[in-house]
């Protein structure tokens, strides 16, 4: 009985048909990863998740990871916009 097991690829790509480009040095990092980089701890990073003002976790299985880029750019945002002056959170 020899079966073919078929995986859908709707689920992993886009409207191209194609993976989303990740870079090939992208990292997924822990909570205490991001809150060491964030200075932050855990309460306050998901608060800011819900008000929008922070990059959402990727989910696997019951854990929670970052992308490392994602949390790059919020820092140097964050950075940018204190030193314009500006304070978004």
């Not at 490392?68 to 304070?87: F, N, V, Y």
Request: hydrophobic letters at 30%.
């Amino acid at each position: 009985m020899n079966q073919t097991l078929s995986t859908p690829q709707h689920h992993l790509t886009g409207e191209t048909g194609q993976l989303p480009a990740i870079p090939a040095t992208e990292k997924l990092l822990p909570l205490p990863e991001v809150e060491s980089r964030s200075g932050f701890k855990s309460s306050f990073i998901y608060q800011l998740i819900k008000q929008g003002k922070f990059p959402s976790p990727i989910k696997i299985g019951n854990s929670s990871r970052w992308r490392e880029s994602e949390i790059q750019q919020w820092i140097h945002a964050q950075i940018e916009s204190s030193s314009s002056g500006k304070h978004s959170g």
